[in-house]
C-alpha cells in the first residue's frame, strides 16, 4: 500500500487533513522545564497541601512544586531539602524534595507570583 501505520493512523487522526512536519515540530514544542538548580538556591519554603510546597528562590521568585507523593504531610519540623540530581535512565534532571529521610520526586516546578494566603 506505500503509507506506513502509523501514518495512516496520523492521517485519521487528523480527519484525513495533512500538516507539514514543521507545524507538528511547532505543537510539540514543551517549555523548558525547571530544575531546582535552576533557582540557585532556596531561601524559604511554605507549605501548600500534602504534596505541594512552595519555593522562594534567592532571586525572591515563587514557585510552586508538585510532588508524586504526600511528603509535605510528613514531619517538616527539621527542615527538608530540595536537590536535583541526574536521573541514570534517561539522564534528565530531576527535582526531588527530602523530608524526613524521605525522598519525594517532583513531578512539575512552575513559576508563580506567591503562595496563596495561608488560612486562619
Known sequence: MGIKLHT????????????PVSA???????????NFADLKGVRS???GGEAIVFVKSTADQWYK??????????????G?????????????????VVVDRHICRVISLTKVAAPPAAKP
Open 24 to 34: 507538528w515540530a511547532a505543537d510539540a514544542a514543551a517549555p523548558p522545564v525547571i
Open 8 to 19: 495512516l493512523t496520523l492521517i485519521l487522526a487528523l480527519g484525513g487533513q495533512t500538516l
Open 65 to 78: 512544586a508538585e510532588l508524586a507523593e504526600t511528603c509535605m504531610a510528613l514531619d517538616t519540623k527539621k
Open 45 to 47: 519554603w511554605q507549605t
Open 80 to 96: 527538608i531539602n530540595f536537590i536535583t540530581e541526574i536521573d541514570p535512565d534517561t539522564n534528565e534532571k530531576v527535582s526531588k
